[in-house]
């Protein structure tokens, strides 16, 4: 079992930046690759963000390539989402999510956290 929790959301002006974490419990966290997805007003649920367990791979969504950067800490237990010259369409609920296999499918994932709010103002 994993249990994760986001922290860093918050509201920030457009070309802000911000930094998501997200702590796990358990001490298998360095077997599991490690999403970042996020659900926007009225939208579906989407991949953000993927890092495998060793953190050597890493995948983006095309709309934050560049511009977010997925990192984790095995040590701290803890993966990271640095997002910078944030946009209003950015505005969404973040969710971190563990698994298996480095993907970007929701499906590929086991575990998620609550989310954590990030509103980008225009």
């Known amino acids: 079992q994993v249990q994760l929790v986001e922290s860093g959301g918050g509201l920030v002006q457009a070309g802000g930046s911000l930094r998501l974490s997200c702590a796990a419990s358990g001490r298998t966290f360095s077997r599991y690759a490690m999403g970042w997805f996020r659900q926007g007003p009225g939208k579906e649920r989407e991949f953000v963000a993927a890092?495998?367990?060793?953190?050597?791979?890493?995948y983006y969504a095309d709309s934050v390539k560049g511009r977010f950067t997925i990192s984790r800490d095995n040590a701290k237990n803890t993966v990271y989402l640095q997002m910078n010259s944030l946009k209003p369409e950015d505005t969404a609920v973040y969710y971190c999510a563990a698994g298996l296999v480095t993907d970007m499918a929701q499906r590929a994932y086991d575990y998620w956290g609550q989310g954590t709010q990030v509103t980008v103002s225009s």
């Open positions: 890092i495998s367990w060793s953190g050597g791979r890493t």
